[in-house]
């Protein structure tokens, strides 16, 4: 790696040239992974106006070689996006360097995990950086076509010796951070845990129309990011830490 590459926040007048670096690296990667329809959503969705926005309620940073913008990264809350690298310098630690920069920016922001959407040719990159796949999901595009991504994340928590496992207990909140409205108390969800990473999502009812959480169980505390859409299509998310305790002690 050139010793005059560095991370840099990003600005406004970086807008039309990080905007034109992140197409070229997706019309270079993604078509030997996605038909055309699917490169024509990733496309629109990283438009100007969603850089632009990110780039003024977010965090996001520009990796550069001198003038030229060689890699960025995107931090929203827990949430990590946007990160792409010049197809020339892939395997690099380009895309690492980006990786840890975010990481350790949503440690200071006191976040317990980080959390993304992977394509499919990025899933291996995440996979050595220690993220966990829960899901695959997918979003159909243009002419009924699928695109396929997966649902990873990564404990910012260094974990015990002992895993733990939610089941047999019941938990309570202790602490709470809101970043916009709670969720209805009772919505019913399904969740699956690998190691001490656990992964949820909510059912359509109690006002949810999709909702979906991540959480780090860690000496009896369960600490979880949320986010979730409700019935009039507005996002929520917000952040908790609940104490962890036997169901048994439940009061019938």
């Known amino acids: ?48 106006e969603g850089i632009l926005k990110d780039g003024a309620e977010h965090c996001v940073v520009v990796l550069r070689e001198g003038d030229k913008i060689v890699g960025t990264g995107t931090l929203k809350n827990s949430h990590v996006k946007r990160v792409f ?9 380009y895309g690492k360097r980006i990786m840890h920069w975010l990481e350790n920016r949503a440690v200071r922001d006191g976040w317990p995990l980080v959390e993304l959407h992977s394509s499919l040719f990025a899933k291996r990159f995440y996979d050595h950086l220690g993220y966990v796949m829960f899901k695959m999901g997918k979003v159909i595009v243009a002419n009924e076509e699928r695109l396929y991504y997966q649902r990873m994340a990564k404990s910012l928590i260094r974990p015990t010796e002992d895993v733990e496992t939610i089941d047999g207990n019941a938990f309570r909140t202790v602490v709470e951070k809101e970043i916009g409205t709670k969720i209805a108390p009772g919505a ?65």
């Open 188 to 252: 019913p969800f399904d969740y699956g845990q690998k190691e001490a990473l656990l992964y949820a999502e909510y059912s359509k009812s109690h006002g949810v129309k999709y909702g979906e959480s991540f959480g780090v169980l860690q000496s009896g505390q369960l600490a979880v990011v949320s986010q979730w859409e409700d019935l009039s299509g507005q996002t929520h998310s917000s952040r908790s830490v609940l104490m962890g305790f036997p169901k048994a002690a439940l009061k019938p």
């Open 1 to 48: 790696m050139k010793q005059d590459s560095q991370i840099q926040p990003f600005s406004e007048r970086d807008l039309d040239a990080l905007h034109d670096f992140i197409i070229k690296v997706i019309k270079a990667s993604y078509p030997a992974y996605y038909p055309p329809e699917a490169i024509d959503f990733f496309v629109a969705y990283s438009g100007r």
């Open 85 to 93: 690298v010049d197809p020339e310098r892939q395997g690099r630690g």
